[in-house]
């Protein structure tokens, strides 16, 4: 099992390579988790991230918060709240809230929120969007993308809307999609999308993006690049299994062609895996990267097309030798694919990176990120200047650390 690197080497590593010290963004005294990322044009840095309520009641109980850094990540302005509702919105590491950059900097959030039936005051749980025009400072255009269900009672809330995604292209293009399970048979749900065409001033009316066969408790993920939209999601097979698949569709208001299934082993589960699917594109390459959980030894698997995402060659594992290897994350820094996960390899749980420089094919051994002592879950990954801008749960806090592109983690 590779070992991780000393801590000596890693100290040198830093002064060496320009790489930051670890940065907590949430607020003291808080239990933050969920957290996302996006890094604008200028270099300025986003984040959101929950924090839960110590008095949490149903549906939600828990707070999204924004803060932005412009100084690289060593420091953040004042955290702004994004619901306005206090306890209104909804997230969990699975289900966590998105963060994408517009035109000029627009800042544009989707979160599951909860929202109430104006007929009979219930509570559900909806797909929610704000935006800032002023760089995080105060987040406006509040709306509820999904429709209100229909035969709502007290004794049977709704949560039928609350594993969702977001991707702006940068052009005034807005993507938002969230899984929809009262339409569904046998458990299934499908894909709903809501577009804007103006950097999130409107929305078109919500449509249907994939119909049928879709995983009720996998959170989508999508990403906009070179004029498409490229999603991945959990489709829900005949034979009961729940395996990544890859859809892509052109940036505009239409259903996705059929989704195509990843280079991992067929998964038979009766269960909710909760476990994303993400998606990194390099030209005509499109990487996936999920939960192998049919594999002989399950664990954080990445698989890679060479056409598009046609068609998807056998996952590769990324730590075959943890006892625990999950939620992977994906960036493109250059000729460089790099991977980001947590696990559990003969200790607590710590996140691991990891680099191909074959197009996914093989991937160097795993080297732990030097995170402060304690369990670390759940990274998110952005390229900046030339590195890589890392966030991830450090306990019940929600840390960032920016690692240079020369840095020996990355390579």
């Known amino acids: 099992m590779p070992m991780p690197r000393t801590a000596a080497l890693l100290m040198l590593g830093w002064m060496a390579a320009a790489s930051a010290a670890p940065t907590t963004v949430s607020r003291p005294g808080s239990k933050a988790t969920a957290a996302d990322l996006a890094v604008g044009r200028d270099g ?9 309520r110590a ?15 412009t100084d690289g990540g060593r420091s953040f302005g004042t955290p702004a709240q994004v619901n306005v509702e206090p306890g209104s919105a909804w997230g969990f590491p699975v289900a966590r809230p998105r963060v994408s950059l517009g035109r000029r900097g627009v ?42 269900p229909a035969g709502l009672t007290a004794d049977d809330p709704a949560n039928g809307e609350s594993f969702g995604t977001l991707a702006a292209d940068g052009r005034g293009g807005v993507f938002a999609y969230w899984v929809e399970t009262r339409a569904g048979a046998g458990g299934a749900g499908r894909l709903m999308a809501a577009v804007s065409g103006d950097d999130g001033a409107s929305f078109m009316p919500p449509a249907i993006a994939l119909a049928t066969d879709v995983c009720p ?34 940036a505009a208001p239409q259903p996705f062609a059929a989704r195509v299934r990843w280079g991992g082993s067929p998964w038979p589960i ?5 476990k994303q699917t993400v998606v990194v594109v ?7 990267a999920s939960f192998d959980g049919g594999a002989e030894r399950p664990g954080a698997a990445v698989s890679r097309s060479e056409d598009g995402g046609g068609s998807f ?6 730590h075959p030798g943890a006892d625990v290897a999950d939620a992977p994350a994906l960036a493109m820094l250059g000729r460089r694919l790099v991977a980001a996960w947590h696990a559990k390899a003969g200790g607590e749980r710590r996140v691991f990176l990891a680099v191909s420089r074959d197009h996914g094919r093989s991937f160097a051994a795993p080297v732990e990120l030097p995170a402060p ?15 890589l801008q890392v966030a991830w749960q450090q306990g019940d806090t929600v840390v960032t650390q920016y690692i240079d592109g020369a840095d020996p983690l990355l390579r």
């Open 217 to 250: 408790c996998c959170q989508p993920t999508a990403l906009a690049a070179d004029g498409r939209i490229y999603l991945g999601t959990r489709l829900l097979g005949d034979a009961g299994t729940r395996d990544s698949a890859v859809a892509v569709a052109p």
């Open 44 to 52: 300025s840095i986003h984040l959101v991230w929950i924090e839960r």
């Open 270 to 274: 009766d269960a909710c895996p909760m």
């Open 107 to 148: 800042v544009h959030v989707f979160y599951a929120g909860q929202a109430s039936d104006p007929a009979s005051g219930v509570l559900f749980v909806a797909p929610r969007y704000a935006r800032s025009t002023d760089d995080g400072q105060r987040f406006g255009d509040h709306r509820v993308l999904g429709g209100i």
């Open 373 to 387: 002592p304690g369990p670390a879950s759940y990274p998110a990954l952005a390229v900046r200047d030339g590195g």
């Open 282 to 288: 390099d030209g005509r390459r499109v990487y996936a």
């Open 313 to 318: 060659a056998p996952a590769v594992p990324l």
């Open 55 to 69: 008095s949490a009641g149903p549906p939600a109980g828990a707070d999204l918060w924004f803060a932005r850094s």
